[in-house]
């Protein structure tokens, strides 16, 4: 059983910055890629950003890329999404995941654990 925790949501505006943080609990965070999902009312999760076991390979989604980067530290159990140049658009919940498979999954249903999620606002 793994149990996630995101921090740093929060309010920006336009064209801002935020770095989000995920920090695991137990002693196998390296043996799980992580992602980050975001969610937005009446909406399905969507996919965002994934980085594999060891850090070495980073995926993302098409609307993000170029302005988000994902990183983790596999010494501290964390995962960290850096936003920037921030829209209205990625207003969201987000969430961060852990996903046992090495296949560079974008389908939240192939995650294995959730953290409960946090909220980002931005203003235009």
């Known amino acids: 059983q793994v149990q996630l925790v995101e921090s740093g949501g929060g309010w920006v505006q336009a064209g801002g910055s935020l770095t989000l943080s995920c920090t695991a609990s137990?002693?196998?965070?390296?043996?799980?890629?992580m992602g980050w999902f975001r969610q937005t009312p009446g909406k399905e999760r969507e996919f965002v950003a994934r980085v594999s076991r060891s850090g070495g390979n980073t995926y993302y989604a098409d609307s993000v890329k170029g302005r988000f980067t994902i990183a983790r530290t596999n010494a501290k159990n964390t995962v960290y999404l850096q936003m920037t140049s921030l829209k209205p658009e990625d207003t969201a919940v987000y969430y961060c995941?852990?996903?046992?498979?090495?296949?560079?999954?974008?389908?939240?249903?192939?995650?294995?654990?959730w953290g409960q999620g946090t909220q980002v606002t931005v203003s235009s």
């Open positions: 137990g002693r196998t965070f390296s043996s799980y890629a």
């Open positions: 995941a852990a996903d046992r498979s090495v296949l560079p999954g974008r389908d939240p249903e192939t995650y294995d654990f």
